[in-house]
């Protein structure tokens, strides 16, 4: 009995043990504990409209951390309190901005790269407001394409709306989709063609009638039943040029899409070097000033033939160092000779 109670009660050990860590790892999930070694940093906004405590905080579309607090200051403007990964560093150049998650009005703050210093952003420290942008005004943005939505299907709706507000906010491969749904819409159009010239039909025999009441307008009715007229007899050719429409935009749509990926990567490595060029702006001056002097010295160093004489006085290599700091390393000098300091 003693032996099959000791084997119960360390088959039950096991068991609790099972359960416990199991519902310590639904806990850690679904409440999205998170264990990396994090840092706290500030972000001003004038608006921070839809944004709470607990959002995600992510750069290039990772998790990095969440927002920690929420502060209203006593200039009216709002200080974000979040953490991000120690994994992560942030620097002086680093843009906050506000960002739609879903079309439901989740939000979530996105951490961009931007021009300026390489300097590490030390914990504690706040981006200023001339870093950071609030979300987009959501009613603005859709109620402007409310016509255009009223002739596409609600699913389309969906799609075409969560669409825009990814290219307004500069994410994802949008902009040959969003073609694509208008090359749906004009192609909804060219096959209703004979609906469009049925419409103009007796839009134009109600202009008659008018006119046969109302003599005052007489004229511009009759110029008006006039044009009508004309669009009837040509509406094949107005149904064939929205057909032609809707080719010319597939034809674009392919364009860009061959286009975006090698234009996307230009104006990145343009944007990263223009923020470089902005924090060594001394170096690079100093360089552009004193280039024309280097060349007439590398001029008369060539007229004794089709070669060079140089000595060797100092050999100094520079590389990356932690942050992106620039480490300079002596690898060979004298101070002797025509290296002496004069």
Not at 205 to 224: C, P
Not at 267 to 276: K, N, P
Not at 287 to 298: E, G, N, Q, S, W
Request: aromatic share 8%.
């Amino acid at each position: 009995m003693r032996e099959n109670l000791a084997g119960t009660l360390w088959r039950l050990s096991v068991y609790i043990a099972a359960c416990l860590l199991g519902i310590f790892a639904i806990f850690a999930i679904f409440g999205q504990f998170r264990f990396d070694d994090t840092k706290t940093y500030n972000a001003a906004f004038t608006d921070v409209s839809g944004l709470k405590d607990g959002d995600f905080v992510r750069i290039a579309g990772v998790e990095v951390g969440k927002v920690k607090r929420i502060t209203v200051q006593d200039d009216s403007t709002v200080n974000v309190e979040f953490t991000a990964n120690s994994s992560a560093p942030l620097t002086q150049g680093n843009r906050a901005v506000i960002r739609y998650e879903n079309l439901v009005g989740d939000r979530y703050l996105a951490l961009d790269e931007g021009a300026g210093s390489i300097e590490p952003l030390k914990p504690g420290q706040t981006i200023p407001l001339a870093r950071t942008q609030p979300a987009l005004n959501l009613n603005a943005l859709i109620g402007g394409f409310r016509p255009l939505f009223r002739a596409l299907e609600p699913d389309q709706v969906n799609m075409l709306t969560g669409q825009l507000i990814q290219a307004f906010q500069g994410q994802g491969a949008v902009i040959g989709s969003f073609l694509n749904q208008t090359g749906t819409l004009t192609s909804t159009l060219a096959d209703r063609d004979r609906l469009i010239g049925e419409v103009i039909d007796n839009l134009d025999t109600v202009l008659a009638s008018l006119a046969d009441h109302s003599q005052q307008f007489d004229e511009a009715i009759t110029s008006l039943s006039e044009l009508v007229k004309g669009l009837a007899a040509r509406k094949t050719d107005i149904s064939n040029g929205v057909a032609y429409i809707e080719e010319a935009t597939s034809s674009i749509t392919d364009l860009l899409a061959e286009a975006r990926t090698p234009f996307r990567n230009t104006v990145q490595q343009t944007d990263r070097t223009a923020g470089l060029v902005v924090a060594d702006h001394e170096y690079v001056d100093n360089i552009l000033a004193t280039l024309p002097d280097k060349y007439r010295l590398l001029n008369r160093q060539g007229i004794y033939g089709d070669f060079f004489s140089f000595y060797l006085c100092d050999a100094v290599l520079k590389v990356n160092g932690k942050g992106g700091n620039p480490v300079y390393i002596k690898v060979a000098g004298q101070i002797t000779g025509r290296c002496a300091p004069k």
